[in-house]
């Protein structure tokens, strides 16, 4: 009897090593997957290139890089009580450069900051999301459908990419806006308009992410929202993409108002 008993109690101290060996383990798997992210993408290629992204040129000419270094960076953003959260500090623990990295965090952040505002809410659809206004404004709704940028047209063309950036509503295509969309001639990547004039600079340009595929309303295209941007003396409105590529963009477009 006493000799079983003694086999039970070895067992149990046994069993009960193994469970806290287990349990150590998998807090220590935990501790690496939330604190050395860097060991992850110590030996994967290098993403980045110079630049400030605010400028669509500067994205646009590296759009392959960038989805790549968005994608790694999308792995680590959570929904959590509402909001955006993500568990990376720079650039470096991705092997990523740091002006991606503060150009996507920057927008996430303003994205917090518009649901905070109450003005706003956030709407899950598939395995994507939406910041959706929740008075919902009918300025530039179906009416507007059937518009086209003309070519040298500025003034134009900034006013209804200016009602586009207030009124046009996530998880909708941007070919749903603009008709010519389609037009290969006109709407290619990179496409800008800019000058100076006595009352100062001005850019907007208005982008067909979908180019290099065969369907105009391809994911690319599909608008995630509004967002605006300052660097010093510019401000830039845009309209962008679910991975942050910038649609439209307009930098001080009151000058034409």
């Given at each position: 009897?006493?000799?079983?008993?003694c086999?039970?109690?070895?067992i149990?101290?046994?069993?009960?090593t193994?469970?806290?060996?287990?349990?150590?383990?998998?807090?220590?798997?935990?501790?690496?997957?939330?604190n050395?992210i860097?060991e992850?993408?110590?030996?994967?290629?290098f993403?980045g290139?110079?630049?400030?992204?605010?400028?669509p040129?500067?994205i646009w000419?590296?759009?392959?890089t960038?989805?790549?270094?968005?994608?790694?960076?999308?792995?680590?953003?959570?929904?959590?009580?509402?909001a955006?959260?993500?568990n990376?500090?720079?650039?470096?623990?991705?092997?990523?450069?740091?002006?991606?990295?503060e150009?996507?965090?920057?927008w996430?952040s303003?994205q917090n900051?518009?649901?905070?505002?109450?003005?706003y809410?956030?709407?899950?659809?598939?395995?994507?999301?939406?910041?959706m206004?929740?008075?919902?404004?009918e300025?530039?709704?179906?009416?507007?459908?059937?518009?086209?940028?003309?070519g040298?047209?500025?003034r134009?063309?900034?006013?209804?990419?200016?009602?586009?950036?207030?009124?046009?509503?996530?998880?909708r295509?941007?070919?749903?806006?603009?008709?010519?969309?389609?037009?290969?001639?006109l709407?290619?990547p990179?496409?800008?308009?800019?000058?100076?004039?006595?009352f100062?600079?001005?850019s907007?340009?208005?982008d067909?992410?979908?180019?290099?595929?065969?369907r105009?309303d391809c994911?690319?295209?599909?608008?995630?929202?509004?967002?605006?941007?300052v660097?010093a003396?510019?401000?830039w409105?845009?309209?962008?993409?679910?991975?942050?590529?910038?649609?439209?963009?307009?930098?001080?477009?009151?000058y034409?108002?």
């Open positions: 009897m006493k000799g079983w008993l086999d039970l109690t070895w149990s101290f046994v069993a009960f193994m469970l806290l060996g287990g349990c150590s383990e998998n807090i220590q798997e935990d501790f690496l997957n939330e050395n860097t992850m993408y110590i030996d994967s290629v993403l290139f110079e630049g400030d992204l605010i400028y040129e500067v000419g590296n759009v392959d960038y989805l790549r270094a968005f994608e790694r960076m999308k792995a680590h953003l959570k929904l959590k009580d509402g955006l959260v993500w990376i500090k720079n650039g470096d623990e991705l092997n990523i450069s740091e002006n991606i990295f150009y996507v965090t920057g996430w303003r900051e518009k649901l905070n505002s109450g003005d809410k956030l709407e899950i659809q598939g395995n994507d999301y939406y910041i206004p929740i008075k919902v404004e300025g530039f709704g179906q009416s507007r459908v059937g518009q086209y940028l003309i040298g047209q500025h134009y063309n900034i006013n209804i990419l200016k009602q586009l950036h207030s009124y046009a509503r996530p998880g295509s941007l070919y749903y806006y603009i008709n010519n969309l389609d037009d290969y001639s709407f290619r990179n496409l800008f308009y800019g000058a100076t004039s006595s100062g600079r001005w907007y340009n208005c067909n992410a979908c180019f290099y595929s065969s105009i994911v690319y295209n599909e608008i995630a929202g509004s967002d605006t941007e660097r003396d510019e401000v409105d845009k309209v962008k993409g679910r991975n942050g590529l910038p649609l439209v963009s307009i930098m001080n477009y009151r034409y108002q």
